[in-house]
């Protein structure tokens, strides 16, 4: 992690926010699931279950219960056939919703011990309607006669269909309860199931949150330290640090964590003393030179790479400079020892201008060296008016001219002077 990148570690802080949350997901994911399978079950099968189990005993109920009404009924019914007619309509209605039930809970799943039971009452309910299917056949007798003997003899027979009926009605009405009892408490365990489920779920993803924070935390925190020290200060410090830095003030305190020595900060600060050194040494030899001692330089050994380079660099350049100068003075020594055919290297490019000027004073001095030397010749044969050529000198080498024509020409007027008073003499 400590060689990782600053883009890498939040990255990798990211990713692990990412994580976290993915983890919480699926937790969130699986315990929904989980509650959710249980509802299901609940949904989806033990509530249709009940509902029909219910409509069949509701159905069988109300058959039972239109039956004695009817039986206990009829002979004060001021309309008989109404009451025929209504125990029918009624027994119709009944098995119309014990037949909805029934389609609707057969179909639906059912455990070992519930198909069981299932399958007994099924057997005990049709003993039960195998004998209740009797009374239409009764009920259609009883609307077909008026005759008071014949109509108690059908009550009767009504009566003992009834009460032959009894025990097995009992027993699939008993079977049928079983059945619900058994859909009651598999809805009652699929409830429990589901709120332990969510129960568990809750502190499942509790656990996975508080996890996940710490987790979190701790990467986050750890990601920070391995950033704060790789930088070795706050962005803003270093913002400002290197903004002052490449504006050339070198005079800020850059403050660094204890043994810090390969952050970034660490790295600006290093930076900065070796600026500081440079310009010092600079500075140094600066006043060295002004003072005279120009075999002053800057210390090379101190410094390293590129800033050794600029050092080296600086003296090069300045040592480049003194050189020329001694070559010149060299040359300068030579024209003062007489030594006017002393040589001087060309320089390059700008430099020129030393060889210009050196090669001027070369060219007037033997010049003027020459002008003496046929004024000299010249004389010495006789010639005593030849003299120094005064227009082809300037400023002081003009002067030299003058003085030494009128110097020579001084001593002729005098020489003059004297052969003309000798002259006279004789």
Not at 20 to 26: D, K, P, T, V
Not at 51 to 62: H, K, P, S
Not at 74 to 100: C, F, H, M, W
Request: overall charge negative; aromatic content about 8%.
């Amino acid at each position: 992690m400590q060689n990782l990148s600053v883009k890498y570690k939040i990255y990798a802080l990211v990713m692990a926010g990412g994580i976290s949350l993915l983890i919480l997901g699926m937790f969130s994911l699986y315990s929904v699931n989980s509650v959710k399978s249980w509802l299901d079950d609940i949904g989806t099968n033990r509530s249709p279950s009940l509902v029909g189990l219910y409509q069949i005993q509701v159905g069988a109920t109300d058959i039972r219960r239109l039956e004695w009404k009817f039986l206990g009924g009829y002979s004060t019914a001021k309309n008989p056939l109404d009451e025929i007619d209504a125990l029918r309509e009624g027994r119709k209605q009944a098995l119309g919703v014990i037949d909805k039930g029934w389609k609707l809970y057969e179909p639906l799943p059912q455990s070992e011990e519930e198909a069981q039971t299932w399958k007994q009452f099924v057997s005990d309910y049709n003993a039960w309607k195998s004998i209740d299917d009797k009374i239409p056949r009764l009920l259609e007798k009883l609307g077909q006669t008026s005759d008071p003997q014949a109509i108690k003899g059908i009550n009767s027979e009504i009566s003992g269909v009834l009460d032959e009926e009894n025990s097995d009605y009992d027993h699939a009405l008993e079977g049928l309860n079983k059945v619900i009892d058994l859909n009651r408490g598999y809805a009652d365990a699929a409830v429990k199931q589901g709120e332990d489920a969510s129960a568990h779920a809750r502190v499942a993803v509790l656990i996975v949150i508080v996890l996940s924070f710490l987790a979190f935390f701790v990467m986050g925190v750890f990601i920070l330290r391995s950033l704060m020290a790789q930088l070795g200060a706050e962005p803003v410090l270093m913002q400002q640090a290197t903004r002052r830095l490449a504006e050339g003030d070198l005079t800020t305190e850059i403050s660094l964590l204890p043994n810090d020595r390969n952050s970034v900060m660490a790295t600006v600060a290093s930076m900065q003393s070796a600026l500081r050194l440079l310009i010092s040494e600079l500075n140094r030899m600066s006043r060295e030179h002004d003072a005279g001692e120009i075999d002053v330089k800057i210390d090379e050994s101190q410094f390293k790479n590129d800033f050794a380079s600029m050092a080296k660099g600086v003296n090069g350049m300045v040592f480049g400079h003194i050189a020329v100068k001694k070559k010149a003075m060299a040359c300068i020594k030579e024209f003062g020892e007489g030594n006017f055919d002393a040589p001087l290297e060309t320089f390059p490019g700008k430099k020129a201008f030393i060889n210009d000027n050196i090669e001027a004073l070369r060219a007037n001095t033997k010049s003027f060296i020459a002008d003496m030397a046929h004024m000299s010749q010249q004389h010495d044969l006789g010639d005593i008016d030849v003299k120094i050529d005064e227009g082809r000198f300037k400023g002081d080498f003009g002067v030299m001219a003058r003085g030494v024509n009128g110097m020579v020409f001084g001593h002729i007027a005098v020489k003059k002077k004297a052969m003309a008073c000798i002259k006279e003499f004789g």
